[in-house]
T-cell receptor
Framework: NAGVTQTPKFRVLKTGQSMTLLCAQDMNHEYMYWYRQDPGMGLRLIHYSVGEGTTAKGEVPDGYNVSRLKKQNFLLGLESAAPSQTSVYFC?????????????FGPGTRLTVL | DQQVKQNSPSLSVQEGRISILNCDYT??????FLWYKKYPAEGPTFLISISSIKDKNEDGRFTVFLNKSAKHLSLHIVPSQPGDSAVYFC?????????FGAGTRLTVKP
């Protein structure tokens, strides 16, 4: 099992460009999440999904869109990148939500917006 | 809106000694508390957790203590090993809302 994988690992964008980050999990998990981590801060939830075809906003959703067309994939899109979106992005998945819900994280994508 | 605070950005201990990592939170609605460990260039991995109905949970060398009245939890590692050197995040949660502290970088010296 590969667990949670993220593509790409690194990316540099210019302000205004768009891109999509791909997260894939092979654990048949229902729940998937996108977080961002900025220097000196903890991870903050951007969007999450409780199942195929569903998405919901997290703590910091502005400037991002997501889609969950397949159970194993969760895509994070930036339509018009801004320097404030320079961050490390982590995807995670879990079998269920609620109690005793351990989230499994991918290795992260380091995004720089110039 | 910092609901979770880990006031020590870094901690250094000698191998074999106890490591104590602290975490404070403000939201009394959190009902489950997790600790994650993160090595460089990797994603966080789950370490240990505790329910709000308990005040202690132990798993091998790792023990988490919860003081609900003080809104404080701590992670004890005994004995500390060099392989424990990593960044530790506390992550209180309620349902799908999990909030992370900024992390404490633990260095265990041989």
């Amino acid at each position: 099992n590969a667990g949670v994988t993220q593509t790409p690992k690194f990316r540099v964008l210019k302000t205004g460009q768009s891109m999509t980050l791909l997260c894939a999990q092979d654990m048949n998990h229902e729940y998937m999440y996108w977080y961002r981590q900025d220097p000196g801060m903890g991870l903050r939830l951007i969007h999450y999904s409780v199942g195929e075809g569903t998405t919901a906003k997290g703590e910091v959703p502005d400037g991002y869109n997501v889609s969950r067309l397949k159970k194993q994939n969760f895509l994070l899109g930036l339509e018009s990148a801004a320097p404030s979106q320079t961050s490390v992005y982590f995807c995670a998945s879990s079998y269920l939500g609620g109690f005793y819900n351990e989230q499994f994280f991918g290795p992260g994508t380091r995004l720089t917006v110039l | 809106d910092q609901q979770v605070k880990q006031n020590s950005p870094s901690l250094s201990v000698q191998e074999g000694r106890i490591s104590i990592l602290n975490c404070d939170y403000t939201n009394s609605m959190f009902d489950y508390f997790l600790w994650y460990k993160k090595y460089p260039a990797e994603g966080p991995t789950f370490l240990i957790s505790i329910s709000s109905i308990k005040d202690k949970n132990e798993d091998g060398r790792f023990t988490v203590f919860l003081n609900k009245s003080a809104k404080h939890l701590s992670l004890h590692i005994v004995p500390s090993q060099p392989g424990d050197s990593a960044v530790y995040f506390c992550a209180p949660r309620r349902n799908n809302d999990m909030r992370f502290g900024a992390g404490t970088r633990l260095t265990v010296k041989p």
